[in-house]
C-alpha cells in the first residue's frame, strides 16, 4: 500500500489562538536566508491565518565549506560562488520589499578563521548583513518548523537536523503535556530550551541537544582517502555513532511505544524521493512521510548498487546531491541502528522554516503556539 501523508503535515497547526490586538500588516512580507556549508537556501513568505505562504524561495549549493577541513579558512572560489548567490536573494528581497528578515550562517561559519572577513565582503559587495547564529539557536528553529509532523501519541521525540558541516539533534521528553498540546509546546521551543523561558502553558522538556560537527560535507572530506565504495560508507557511519557518546540518551535503554524520530534535511527529502521513484521531486509527497527502517535500508543499499558513478546519473538523487548522498545516509544509517524505532517521519522544513515562525510571533502576528 502506498504511504500516506499525516492529515495537516503541510503547514502548522490551525488551532492557535487569535492574534493580539492591532496586529501588524498581514501583509508584510518576511524572508528567512539559511547560509549552511554547502547550500544557500531562502524562504520569503506572507502570515495566512496561524500559518504563512511561501511567495518566492532560493536554493543554491553554494559549497561554501569547501576545503575548510584542511584549512580552516573559507576560499576565495566558495566566498565568490556565495556572494553571487547571496546577490540573487538580494534581488528578490528588493523586489518583494521584504520588510522583516533574518539573514543567518551556520556551521561553516561558525568554524573559518575568515568568518568574519567574509561577513563584512558580503555586506560590503550585497549590502546584506549575514548573522552567524550558535547551534543552539540553530537546533531550536529546526526543532519548531517540526511542530505539526508531532504524532499526539509521542511521548519522546528525537529531532534529527543533518547539515553540511554539522548534525543536531534534540531529544525532547512530552510525557508531561496533554496529547492535544504537544505540538504547541514544540512551537513554543523558539523562545528557549529552559522551561521557565516558554511561557504559559504546560513545557516540552529538553533532555538533551548536541550538535555534531560532522555533516554531510564535513563526514565525507574525513575519508576522502578511501576509494572503497562500500568501505567507505561503514567506516562514516560507525565514525558517527562514535561522536553520539556524549550525548546522553545515547547509552540509555529507551521504550519503543511512545517514540518517533523526525529528521529533516537534503539527505532525508532525497532518501524518501528515491522511495517513492520520483524523477522530479514533489514536496507534497515528501513531507509528512512516514518511512520505515526497512524502507530506508532498501533506498541505502541501493545507493550502494548503483556506485559513484550510478549515483551521479540517478535522476532521483540529482546532480547537486550525488555526491554527499553517502555521507548523509552513513548518518541517516547510524541513527536508526542506535534507537529503539522501526519507523522515522520526513520532514522538508528546517532552519528557514523556524525564522519564519519566530520572527511572526516576535512581530505578534503569531501568538506563541
Known sequence: MAPERPAGADAFPKSVEPPRRSPPDRGQLYAALDLGTNSCRMLIARPTGAQFQVVDSFSKAVQLGAGLEA?????????????????ICRRKLERHRVNHMRLVATEACRRAANARD????????????????????????????CASLVSPRTEQLLV????????????????????????????????????????????????????????????????????????????MSWFFEENLAKFSPYDREQARDGFQIIGTSGTITTVAASF????????????????????????????????????????RIGRDRHALIMSGAAILQALMRVWPTDRMSVADRGLREGLLYAQMCNTGVFVDG
Open 276 to 315: 517513492l521513484g520520483l524523477t522530479r521531486y514533489d514536496r507534497n509527497r515528501v513531507d509528512g512521510l512516514c518511512m520505515t527502517t526497512d524502507q530506508i535500508d532498501s533506498v541505502i543499499r541501493e545507493y550502494l548498487a548503483l556506485g559513484p558513478e550510478g549515483r551521479r546519473v540517478d535522476p
Open 118 to 145: 567574509f561577513i563584512r565582503k558580503v555586506q560590503r559587495e550585497t549590502g546584506l548583513q549575514l548573522e552567524i547564529i550558535q547551534p543552539e539557536e540553530e537546533a531550536r528553529l529546526a526543532v519548531v518548523s
Open 71 to 87: 584549512s580552516g579558512r573559507l576560499g576565495h572560489a566558495s566566498m565568490a560562488r556565495t556572494v553571487q548567490a547571496l546577490r
Open 160 to 235: 534529527v537536523d543533518i547539515g553540511g558541516g554539522s548534525t543536531e539533534l534534540v531529544w525532547i521528553d512530552l510525557s508531561g503535556v496533554p496529547p492535544g498540546e504537544r505540538a504547541r509546546a514544540i512551537m513554543r521551543l523558539h523562545r528557549g530550551f529552559d522551561p521557565e523561558q516558554q511561557g504559559h502553558g504546560p513545557a516540552a522538556r529538553v533532555v538533551d541537544w548536541i550538535s555534531v560537527p560532522l555533516g554531510v560535507a564535513t563526514l565525507r572530506d574525513q575519508f576522502r582517502d578511501v576509494d572503497d565504495d562500500a568501505a567507505h560508507f561503514a567506516l
